[in-house]
């Protein structure tokens, strides 16, 4: 692999993390105004479309045909749904009761 090659396949696991974080954040938009939606149905649709839409696009951009770029495209984007589910994650009660436990005994010092 030459290094304008790796190059390539560098900056199509950059572009794979930013479309995964936009596409991730759109998601959670979406997600958060689903209870307030007058018509939920439509805006699922149409988050759906406005996501996949331009990922798929970029992929297919950035790819140039080349099964590398691709791997590593989704590869980035697969990371930023780590990131962004560790980010986004749902706290639960024990953690909840734990912070306040830590905050309680700092008062008190």
Avoid: N
């Amino acid at each position: 692999m030459t290094t304008t090659e790796l190059a390539w396949v560098a900056l199509s696991l950059v572009v794979g993390l930013a479309v995964g974080v936009a596409y991730f954040r759109a998601l959670w938009w979406t997600i958060e105004r689903l209870p307030r939606a007058r018509r939920p149905a439509l805006l699922l649709l149409g988050s759906s479309l406005a996501r996949i839409a331009p990922a798929v696009a970029a992929f297919w951009l950035i790819s140039g045909g080349q099964w590398q770029r691709l791997v590593a495209c989704v590869l980035g984007f697969v990371v930023a749904r780590v990131i962004m589910v560790h980010v986004y994650r749902p706290r639960t009660a024990t953690a909840d009761a734990a912070d306040e436990e830590v905050v309680a005994d700092g008062a008190d010092a």
